[in-house]
């Protein structure tokens, strides 16, 4: 038996096995992806890049969370421990814009994400560093949780026995403490406890909206960040879409370029659109950025409300707001607090963001309040 089994191995899931690696529990890691990360998600081109002096074809492309903000106390720490290089979002040069008739403006003098900060590598640097401090036979990907129940034993010592699934079969797993760090609606949806949640434990999960569950993100890489020498920013606002803001994402040395945004579409309209979204994406590129966006390298899309491990149904027609995050009381240490519940949504300050997953999991490691 185990002292306590985490579900979801994104950022939340991975920084609290490694503190429970450092204080020496026996624990374990589960999650149904086949990867590490969660809602991190950071790509390299899948086809060679085209220039051969490139020094940077390895660039890892954001299609998750892309920033990190300097007042961010947890995930800066969290940096530097791994010794991760930032450089600053590109912010130099006017915003285009588009309104709803496709008019242009491009000399607009702002830059919204200034001050903001990449990770080199992307966010995906921070999931490899926490990785590497926890022993691997520890994470088990690719097993499903199904069920979960309190059991008390023939010692009369309450345990948690979690059912799950892998792709050599059905496994049961017991634990003295249990820490679901997946999106509240998808643990309501997916998952069945035993004893069953009350009617407000389970509409307090599906209350709360998963942050970036209903968003799709598209990233279009060049060879070189060519709007900057049009005195570009590579920031856009559009009215027009299917981008309705879009940033920088070139890697610091310029080796290539790379435009990212999110579609403005709501999840049914992108899933109409199909294989044409690309088309439509690199022909509005074209209008704000000129003729050379016609032509890509490559386009990378996720569309995170396409993934059962992230959004539900219901997370296809919300917008979440700071408000609507933080730990509801009726969920705190439920069955004799060995339940709990740490993901980015439930954090009190940094709710719903890569600072709040670290939150999250460092309340959840002091509540669990192992004795070693």
Avoid at 171 to 180: A, E, G, M, W
Avoid at 196 to 208: E, H, I, R, T
Avoid at 290 to 297: H, I, W
Wanted: hydrophobic content about 40%; proline content about 6%.
């Amino acid at each position: 038996m185990y002292d306590v089994v985490i579900v979801g191995a994104g950022l939340s899931g991975l920084h609290l096995a490694a503190l429970l690696e450092a204080k020496g529990a026996h624990y374990l890691l589960l999650d149904a992806r086949t990867r590490l990360g969660g809602r991190i998600l950071s790509k390299p081109l899948t086809a060679p890049t085209a220039p051969s002096s490139s020094q940077n074809s390895q660039h890892r492309y954001d299609l998750g969370p892309s920033w990190v903000w300097p007042h961010q106390p947890r995930i800066n720490q969290l940096i530097k421990q791994q010794g991760i290089k930032i450089y600053p979002q590109y912010d130099q040069g006017t915003l285009v814009y588009q309104d709803q008739f496709g008019a242009i403006n491009s000399t607009i003098d702002a830059a919204p994400m200034s001050g903001s900060i990449r990770l080199e590598g992307g966010l995906q640097s921070l999931i490899d560093g926490l990785y590497s401090q926890l022993e691997p036979d520890r994470v088990w990907l690719n097993h499903c949780v199904k069920g979960v129940s309190l059991e008390v034993t023939n010692e009369a010592q309450n345990q948690v026995r979690i059912d799950c699934e892998s792709a050599i079969g059905k496994k049961t797993i017991t634990t003295r403490k249990l820490v679901l760090c997946a999106p509240p609606r998808v643990i309501e949806k997916l998952i069945t406890f035993s004893p069953k949640l009350s009617p407000a434990q389970s509409q307090a999960l599906l209350n709360m909206p998963t942050w970036m569950a209903g968003q799709c993100k598209v990233t279009a890489v060049y060879e070189t960040p060519f709007w900057r020498t049009q005195g570009l920013s590579g920031d856009g606002m559009s009215r027009l879409g299917p981008l309705g803001e879009i940033h920088d994402a070139s890697p610091e040395d310029e080796s290539q370029g790379a435009l990212f945004g999110f579609v403005a579409w709501p999840a049914q309209q992108r899933k109409d659109a199909g294989d044409q979204l690309i088309p439509y994406v690199i022909k509005q590129l074209q209008q704000l950025f000129g003729p050379q966006a016609a032509t890509p390298l490559e386009v990378q899309v996720q569309d995170w409300a396409t993934q059962t491990c992230t959004a539900t149904q219901a997370d296809a027609h919300t917008s979440p707001s700071q408000s609507e995050f933080g730990l509801p009381i009726v969920l705190e240490q439920l069955w004799q607090g060995r339940l709990l519940f740490a993901c980015a949504e439930m954090a009190c300050e940094f709710g719903g963001v890569a600072e709040g997953a670290l939150e999250a999991a460092e309340v959840a490691f002091d509540v669990l309040n192992l004795d070693y």
